[in-house]
């Protein structure tokens, strides 16, 4: 009898090594593909402007004041002697004037790490001031210790799934807001990066099995689902892409690049709810494989019920979770509107909530139906009971 190693134990299966050499070639290939064709123009002239990183040396003298909404934060300026710590300059020492405000708060002192602006053109003096705080190292730290919690608890899985998120936020950073740019089709790029980070992710956790086949036709009939009520309720509702706060700088890159506008928003909906789709259409898919294993008699039709009624409690957190996390982005501006004496009925038909609104639902609606789709796939890849005689059969 062979014993069964832990999950933790076991080495990499044919089908994680293929899907990690396949994530490489993609990477490989978007690289190259960035390298030859890149972003060569932009809206603002930052030539001459770069962003080295540098220490403070010493506060040579400081003028700050308490302001009068909170004792504990001030305004006023600083005179900083920095040393540049990379790029044309590095090792140089310089003398920075900081203004300390509300909207640009960095206090500094001896020790701290600081990004510097400096601007250097031809027959000037350059000019130096402070960007912000050098967050680097805290960043990394940070994500150091995110990777170290989703490796202790999820093990070899959490390994995965660090691995399937790194190649999203690549996919997006590094080939889809590039493609943009060039002037690429937006939906048929977005679909093709939502595949590509559907498939990865899914086939890392689990295989190449049928379960995993059954959750990426789910989630893919669920995005093709989204996009059609994205077609519906944006023609109800009279928005897209230049309703966005953004759109100004959108039309200034569609002069450019030629993409269409209008889709921008499409992209926005998809990538905000592909993880919650991914979520349901596993959970119900894992749920299902994993019973008909306890039950091998139950049926197709059980099989779709069950599946409904798991799909019940998680449909309610699900959306709730995408609903709350744009009314938490929305909170800042809400406030802003208030203060502007933004009556309830002309927030109510204003672009930002109608825009807010649209895609807390559509990326609902995309998870809801993600219930009966992967139930049903799920339902009908399994197939017909497998009677108890058969089961025995099969054991001996």
Known sequence: ??????????????????????????VGVVLWWG????????????????????????????????????????WGSQELLVRIDNGELAGQEVQIHNEVSDTHYVICEAGTGVVVRLEMQEGLEPYYSIYNYDRSWGLVGILAVFAAFMVAVGRMKGLKSLIGLAFAIF????????????????????????????VSSMTLLNGWSAKTRVAILATMCGVAVAALFYAIFSAVLHVGGYNMGEAENLIFLRQRAGFEVGDVLFTCVLIASLGAVLDMTMGV???????????????QRELFRAGMDMGQDMTGTMCTTLILAFAGGAIPTLLSLLTYGTQAFQLLNSDYLALEVFQSLVGSIAVILAVPLAAAFSAWTLGRPVSSAKMSKKRR
């Open 1 to 26: 009898m062979k014993m069964r190693l832990p999950e933790r134990l076991r080495p990499p299966a044919r089908s994680d090594l293929i899907v990690i050499a396949a994530i490489a070639l993609i």
């Open 171 to 198: 996919l997006i950073a590094c080939f889809l807001l590039p493609a943009f740019y060039h002037g690429y089709p937006v939906i048929p790029v977005t679909v093709g990066v939502v595949l590509a980070i559907t």
């Open 285 to 299: 898919t894992s749920a299902l494989f994993e019973m008909r294993q306890v039950h091998p008699a139950i049926t």
């Open 35 to 74: 390298q030859s064709n890149p972003i060569d123009y932009t809206s603002l002239d930052t030539e001459g402007i770069t962003h080295p990183t540098g220490t403070v040396l010493e506060v040579v003298s400081e003028d700050l004041d308490p302001t009068p909404y909170d004792p504990n934060r001030y």
